[in-house]
């Protein structure tokens, strides 16, 4: 069973207030350098075969800062890139939420297309399709790390999870939090949501591996013993 865990960069200066995007020169402020490094310590403990990021600067320091102290080098995937949200880019989200669009985000995702920018959609599939493809790469007893963005987050865990994109604004990532899905070959199962505890993972046996049972891919009736 691969497991992947997911990672939202740390803390900028425009987190919050303005709709980032895929604005260049958009650095890690002070508290989110702080963020990464708390983030590298609580994960120190786990194995890593990949650290993976999006190309954007404020991921690839989050991940930088996980990857250095294990002499590993970041692996960068477009596919885990922000939401292209064209006209929104960079508008403060107090000025968002007033056009039209906002409650078709909020409400119906899977029918948003930002104004010369990518369906929320698209973000999903291409982020799935990357999950999917280093899920091979790393191999069914791989576990790696992807640092990118709330919206691709979010639309990796529904995923994971059978809901519906419209569903996806009933999960959260915050900064440098952590989500944990382990792929069997049945389903996944979600390990942890938007965690900010140290994270121990069990070793691969057929009594812990994620909730399953007999076949690997089966979910422990009453709950099992354990997954963390």
């Known amino acids: 069973m691969t497991t992947l865990l997911l990672a939202r960069h740390g803390l900028t200066a425009l987190t919050g207030p303005v709709l980032a995007g895929r604005t260049p020169g958009v650095h890690l402020s002070e508290e989110g350098r702080r963020q990464a490094g708390a983030l590298a310590g609580r994960i120190a403990g786990v ?29 960068t995937d477009e596919r885990f890139v922000e939401c292209g949200y064209g006209g929104w880019t960079g508008r403060p989200l107090e000025e968002l939420a007033k056009e039209p669009l906002w409650r078709v985000v909020q409400a119906h995702p899977s029918a948003a297309v930002f104004p010369g920018g990518e369906p929320l959609a698209d973000v999903q599939h291409r982020a799935v399709a990357a999950v999917r493809e280093w899920n091979a790469r790393v191999g069914e007893k ?51 949501l938007n965690d900010m505890g140290e994270l121990r993972l069990p070793e691969d046996s057929e009594e812990k591996d994620g909730g399953e049972n007999i076949t690997g891919s089966d979910a422990a009736v009453g709950g099992g013993p354990g997954t963390t």
């Open 47 to 75: 194995r890593l075969d990949a650290v993976v990021s999006s190309p954007l600067e404020r991921c690839v320091e989050t991940a930088t800062a996980v990857a250095e102290g294990r002499g590993m080098a970041v692996k």
């Open 142 to 192: 791989g576990v790696y790390l992807v640092c990118s963005h709330g919206d691709v987050i979010k639309a990796i865990v529904a995923d994971a999870l059978g809901l519906h994109l419209d569903q996806f604004q009933r999960i959260t990532a915050d900064p440098a939090a952590l989500t944990v899905i382990r792929y069997a070959p049945l389903r996944p199962f979600l390990l942890r």
